[in-house]
């Protein structure tokens, strides 16, 4: 991920952590020296946020782990200021898998909760330590227990895209359509989104953040999830492109800026001997002009391995696929030769379509 660390990885999940992390930490050592907190104190307080966020990449690796189960691949788990975020292929369609893929991350903090609480039962404690807000030696394991087990009880909020939301939505979709379920959890958690920005502003800034997250990713989620349900009963043949701009593999550049700017095509098909071998977008002519100039040959920039799919496939699987592995375009392919191409920005526009006349 772009601006990331990458730390590692696990089940095939790959684990980064956003530079915007490093803030994080900055803060917190600049508010405790304007404070006049020693050293050790501040020290002991970096110590319990990074156990604290090696917890909540646990519950991240829970909903991951949970989706493996059910043959959904997590692109990787990146570490955010306000948390973790686990890009998921897809959530299941299945309600009840969702209900256990969305279970599965507070569950794991329950387990940490109980975990340290049988830990801190038999080295002993003093509930005592909590009030003097204090991070040292004494509290460290008191605090991260308390912290996991009202991270637990945070994400399972009713606040859609966040676990609770997703619990409900999963609980609603089991009555209702998946994109009416969405609708109602999507509400719901833009309305709960509202009162963490208010409640932020005066108190947390750190709510204001969660607030806005929440708000635009709920709505996103109900965006994405009403175009799926337009697209169902629809095959790729009904919305795919039978008209596209060619470029041979050895022309060069020059020849596709022409094309980009004498008309509304950003996306090519690159052919070579008369047969279609891979595609060619804007974005990757332009870095062609800047790493080798216009007289360089397509091939050196084109995309020789472009999605496939048939043109008998589902319209709304076709699009997910294509969405979950980030390609604008992709080969429509019969009997395993190439057809034409299928455009996100032209199922959008099938989408847009079919939506007017239905209204």
């Known amino acids: 991920m772009k601006f990331s660390?990458?730390?590692?990885?696990?089940?095939?999940?790959?684990?980064?952590?956003?530079?915007?992390?490093?803030?994080?930490?900055?803060?917190?050592?600049?508010?405790?020296?304007?404070?006049?907190?020693?050293?050790?104190?501040?020290?002991w307080t970096i110590l319990f946020v990074l156990a604290l966020f090696f917890c909540v990449i646990l519950h991240e690796f829970g909903h991951a782990l949970a989706a493996q189960r059910y043959g959904i691949g997590t692109k990787d788990i990146t570490l955010l200021p306000i948390g973790g975020l686990a890009r998921l292929e897809k959530m299941p369609e299945d309600p009840k898998q969702e209900l256990w893929v969305a279970l599965a991350g507070p569950l794991v903090?329950?387990?940490?909760?109980?975990?340290?609480?049988?830990?801190?039962?038999?080295t002993g404690f003093n509930l005592e330590n909590l009030e003097e807000l204090k991070i040292n030696g004494n509290t460290i394991i008191l605090f991260l227990a308390s912290?996991?087990?009202?991270?637990?009880?945070?994400?399972?909020?009713?606040?859609?895209?966040?676990?609770?939301?997703?619990?409900l939505r999963a609980f609603l979709a089991i009555k209702l359509p998946r994109h009416k379920a969405t609708q109602i959890a999507g509400s719901i958690g833009q309305m709960l989104a509202i009162v963490f920005v208010f409640y932020g502003l005066f108190n947390n800034p750190i709510l204001v953040l969660i607030g806005i997250f929440i708000f635009l990713g709920a709505g996103a989620e109900v965006s994405h999830t009403q175009q799926?349900?337009?697209?169902?009963?629809?095959?790729?043949?009904?919305?795919?492109?039978?008209?596209?701009?060619?470029?041979s593999y050895d022309a060069p550049l020059s020849k596709a800026v022409e094309k980009l700017l004498n008309s509304q095509a950003t996306h090519f098909v690159v052919v070579k001997d008369d047969v279609a071998v891979g595609t060619l977008s804007r974005n990757e002519i332009i870095k062609?002009?800047?790493?080798?100039?216009?007289?360089?040959?397509?091939?050196?920039?084109?995309?020789?391995?472009?999605?496939?799919?048939?043109?008998?496939?589902?319209?709304?699987?076709?699009w997910r696929s294509m969405m979950s592995k980030n390609r604008k375009v992709a080969f429509v392919v019969e009997n395993g030769h190439f057809l034409c191409i299928l455009d996100q920005e032209n199922v959008s526009e099938f989408i847009m379509v079919k939506s007017a006349l239905q209204k």
């Open 147 to 167: 912290a996991n087990l009202i991270l637990a009880l945070f994400n399972m909020l009713p606040a859609f895209p966040m676990d609770g939301g997703r619990v």
């Open 288 to 318: 062609g002009l800047k790493d080798h100039n216009e007289n360089a040959a397509v091939e050196l920039v084109a995309d020789f391995s472009p999605l496939k799919i048939e043109a008998e496939q589902n319209l709304d699987q076709a």
């Open 228 to 247: 799926e349900s337009f697209l169902k009963g629809y095959k790729v043949k009904d919305a795919m492109m039978m008209k596209f701009q060619l470029l």
């Open 5 to 43: 660390l990458y730390l590692g990885t696990f089940r095939q999940v790959k684990v980064f952590i956003h530079w915007t992390f490093s803030l994080l930490l900055l803060w917190i050592i600049i508010s405790n020296l304007r404070a006049g907190a020693p050293t050790e104190d501040i020290l």
């Open 109 to 122: 903090n329950v387990v940490i909760f109980i975990f340290l609480s049988i830990a801190l039962s038999i």
